[in-house]
């Protein structure tokens, strides 16, 4: 064996002889390597307490729908290695076969919004499974549960890192060890259980990412006959089960992966053009495929009475830019105070003109997700903001707008009439000029950052606004006027 597999073997095997991997009573049991390795080791110890895997995986025959289209053209392969693990170990195999209609539609995503705060589909269609997996361990009375969580990304498991240049395939990996994430995490916690991973310890990332490094072709190469990710994990377990298993995503591996697929069916073919002819007329708004067809996701229901104020983000509630500083002290000054003030008469929604990833993790790390003084609606990214032409130096030039029509047209209870957008950049107001607010850009490197009141004023205008009828009368330009 290799002497740095050994070194793997060996610094594994003590993590999961640990007091915290033998206090897991269950585990998320894909039949993957990651958690093949730590079910197999675990169990060896007379101290585990490890007595159940959980497999979650969609039965092709209970969806007539998929199978009326053959949508399951490879059957999900994560209950024959998850039956053979569990077999071998003697542990209890709850396996869960739910239907495509009750993850969608279920607990489990209800979960997973209102937890991961998130609306990507992909996303959704991963961790809805772990999400159901961890209802049913709930359910059961288990309180730790194992999962594999960190293997792909330190090992280089993940197909799309088989084709990167071997030379930068470490420095990749030691920035995705960085800023990788797990849903398993926070949908535990909100259901008041605990999981682990033991590769998530800080050994093992230490471990893969320490300056000697694990050379490239430890990482990927031949096992067994194949080429595979993740080789040293392989050559450090041999014998487990899943050792020679090909990597499969969850969606596969639990049969998931059809949801694209189905939302074709689901969704009439006349029904989706004509949806998608009103959002392109309507917004400029090209839908795309049906599973990403537009929709205003809601975060949190609106509040009957209440007013709406629209905030960007970018320059307006926070300064990102990298040389300004880091990202935990972007918020502008008063920035919980004011949402909260705001929130007692507003409803809240941002709208950011960046991607889902980059608007969802600047909100998590601000806590604006899960702050207990306010509640935000709903968030839109650059995607939904609609392109126009305008005169700018005697020339003609094409710039994306936020049109609030989008928002009303969601939400009936808000209109011309009640709505305030605040923003950094005025030209976003070409379609609302009535509802727009101009804010004063926060940069953290200007002489005046550490001064900047504008927040708290802005909350004054505001709230002596609140009660007003309607706002149609307004010229927000003249709001610092109004208050000291």
Request: hydrophobic share 40%; aromatic share 8%.
């Amino acid at each position: 064996m290799n002497p740095i597999a050994v070194q793997l073997r060996t610094l594994l095997t003590s993590v999961l002889q640990s007091d915290e991997a033998q206090s897991c009573d269950s585990i998320l049991l894909s039949g993957g390597l990651d958690t093949s390795i730590a079910a197999e080791i675990i169990n060896e110890q007379q101290e585990s307490q490890l007595n159940a895997g959980i497999t979650v995986t969609i039965d092709p025959s209970s969806n007539q729908l998929a199978n009326k289209h053959n949508l399951f053209i490879k059957q999900p392969q994560d209950i024959e290695y998850a039956t053979r693990i569990a077999n071998k170990l003697g542990i209890s195999h709850h396996v869960l076969t739910p239907t495509l209609d009750e993850l969608v539609n279920g607990p489990a995503m209800d979960l997973c919004t209102k937890t991961l705060r998130t609306f990507e589909s992909m996303e959704l269609r991963n961790a809805m499974v772990i999400a159901h997996a961890l209802l049913y361990a709930k359910s059961l009375g288990l309180s730790r549960v194992c999962t594999g969580d960190g293997a792909d990304e330190l090992f280089a498991g993940y197909k799309f890192m088989h084709q990167m240049d071997k030379n930068k395939l470490c420095s990749y990996i030691r920035e995705m060890a960085k800023t990788m994430r797990f849903c398993a995490i926070p949908l535990a916690k909100s259901l008041g259980i605990a999981v682990w991973s033991p590769y998530l310890d800080g050994r093992v990332i230490e471990f893969a990412t320490s300056n000697s490094e694990i050379p490239a072709s430890l990482l990927i190469g031949e096992f067994s006959g194949a080429v595979h990710g993740k080789l040293i994990l392989r050559q450090a377990f041999p014998g487990v089960v899943a050792a020679a298993r090909g990597k499969e995503p969850i969606e596969c591996g639990s049969g998931t992966a059809v949801m694209p697929a189905l939302a074709e069916h689901l969704i009439a073919d006349d029904e989706f053009a004509e949806r998608t002819r009103e959002i392109k007329l309507r917004f400029d708004i090209d839908v795309g495929d049906k599973e990403r067809r537009v929709e205003l996701q809601v975060i949190n229901p609106p509040r009957p009475g209440r007013k709406l104020l629209v905030l960007d983000l970018d320059y307006t509630l926070l300064d990102c830019n990298p040389g300004s500083g880091d990202m935990v002290n972007m918020a502008r000054p008063g920035l919980d105070q004011f949402l909260t003030a705001a929130y007692r008469h507003y409803d809240l929604i941002v709208w950011s003109q960046t991607s889902w990833m980059v608007l969802e993790s600047k909100m998590t790390i601000l806590g604006m997700l899960t702050h207990p003084n306010y509640r935000i609606v709903s968030a839109l990214n650059s995607s939904m903001m609609i392109s126009v032409r305008s005169q700018r130096g005697g020339k003609v030039v094409s710039h994306h707008v936020k049109a609030l029509e989008i928002i009303w047209s969601w939400f009936s209870q808000y209109n011309y009439k009640n709505t305030v957008h605040v923003d950094d950049l005025d030209r976003n107001f070409v379609l609302n000029w009535q509802s727009g607010l101009r804010i004063r850009p926060y940069k953290r490197n200007s002489l005046r950052a550490y001064r900047d009141r504008e927040l708290e004023k802005l909350a004054q205008y505001l709230l002596l606004i609140a009660e007003l009828d309607t706002f149609e009368h307004l010229d927000h330009s003249q709001w610092k006027g109004l208050v000291g």
